[in-house]
């Protein structure tokens, strides 16, 4: 009668030909709870049989179903990152790639796996809220939410932890982190005020998000500590983009061509408002100043080098996981955990 080697290989089996924790069992000689006590690093194992499963799961290259684990330890092991724009502001905007490095870098300390997802239609976020309630996720964090956006409501009614990149607004119940956006605005127009700039233009971000109503509402204290009153003229709407950028300052310069001061909510917007400046002839910083926010790697790379309030964009994005973390661990979740990170200006050659 033939006798087989122990330690000849047998059979694989599971999805792809991975061996499978029946097939360890097998070749260690042990159950396959003894097994999985083993994987999962339980102490109610002898040592002979946790050195024959050890020995066994190199045999076989064998790999354990990190999601299988992370289901029956009641976590998904996953967080998701979601932004609800399109591609093309991602990958355009040095605002998100910041986010996402600061989210990853904070997450690369954990077991945790981050899943991206982009929300550009009521479909995909109906497709979004059916993955989310198959319980595949520990938790949600969310960046450039709009007013009345629907996603942080629903997944308080799944329980899944959430923490907003900003706010809806100021009495936003939702853990967020976020900076000081008006301080900074008002940071930026004191700045120019003191440059003896008389009449003091700002490009907003869109109406309907909170971030764009603080970094307006900077521009106005500013000029009312100032003593000065607000010209209607002077604020056109943008959308954080450059392109809107450059349809605002090209609207400034129809209604208020003496303008020689501009504050725009967002260096990507500044950058279109420099454009329009150049191919109008009007020199910057001589005949118009130009303030942005954010200072992201496109205040550093426009021409005049930009002036901009400085927030710290990547430790928002490691400051969000940190809170996120607490509020699945904490038996109660993070509910009323707001967290306001400071801002200063940097200022360069355009004003």
Do not use: W
Not at 115 to 134: G, M, Q, V
Not at 178 to 183: I, L, P, Y
């Amino acid at each position: 009668m033939a006798v087989r080697d122990r330690r000849t290989p047998v059979a694989r089996g599971g999805r792809g030909g991975r061996p499978t924790l029946e097939q360890v069992a097998a070749r260690a000689g042990v159950g396959r709870g003894t097994v999985s006590r083993v994987i999962n690093g339980s102490d109610q194992v002898s040592e002979q049989a946790r050195t024959a499963v050890e020995r066994a799961v190199a045999e076989l290259g064998y790999v354990p179903n990190r999601a299988a684990r992370a289901l029956a330890a009641g976590s998904a092991d996953a967080v998701a990152l979601v932004i609800p724009e399109p591609e093309t502001r991602l990958f355009s905007e040095p605002y998100f790639s910041d986010i996402v490095r600061g989210v990853s870098a904070e997450l690369a300390e954990t077991d945790k796996q981050l899943l991206l997802t982009l929300i550009r239609s009521p479909r995909e976020r109906e497709r979004l809220a059916a993955y989310l309630s198959a319980d595949r996720v520990d938790g949600v964090l969310l960046v450039s939410v709009h007013e009345g956006d629907p996603l942080p409501e629903m997944l308080a009614a799944m329980g899944l932890p959430a923490v907003l990149n900003g706010r809806r607004a100021a009495s936003e119940a939702v853990p967020y982190v976020d900076s000081d956006n008006t301080g900074g605005a008002q940071a930026a127009v004191e700045h120019l005020i003191g440059r003896e700039r008389g009449a003091i233009a700002t490009i907003t971000g869109p109406s309907d998000m909170y971030v764009a109503s603080c970094r307006l509402a900077g521009y106005r204290q500013a000029l009312k500590a100032a003593g000065r009153e607000e010209d209607p003229g002077l604020v056109a709407v943008g959308d954080f983009t450059e392109e809107g950028g450059q349809r605002a300052m090209e609207e400034l310069l129809e209604r208020r061509p003496a303008l020689d001061a501009v504050f725009a909510a967002s260096d990507v917007m500044a950058a279109g408002a420099l454009q329009v400046l150049r191919a109008a002839g009007r020199a910057v910083p001589d005949e118009v100043a130009v303030v942005g926010f954010e200072d992201s790697p496109v205040a550093r790379h426009t021409d005049p080098a930009l002036t901009s309030v400085r927030q710290p964009t990547e430790e928002m994005g490691r400051a969000m996981v940190r809170v996120l973390l607490e509020g699945i661990d904490a038996s109660d979740g993070a509910e009323g955990r707001h967290v306001v990170l400071p801002t200063e200006l940097v200022v360069r050659a355009s004003g």
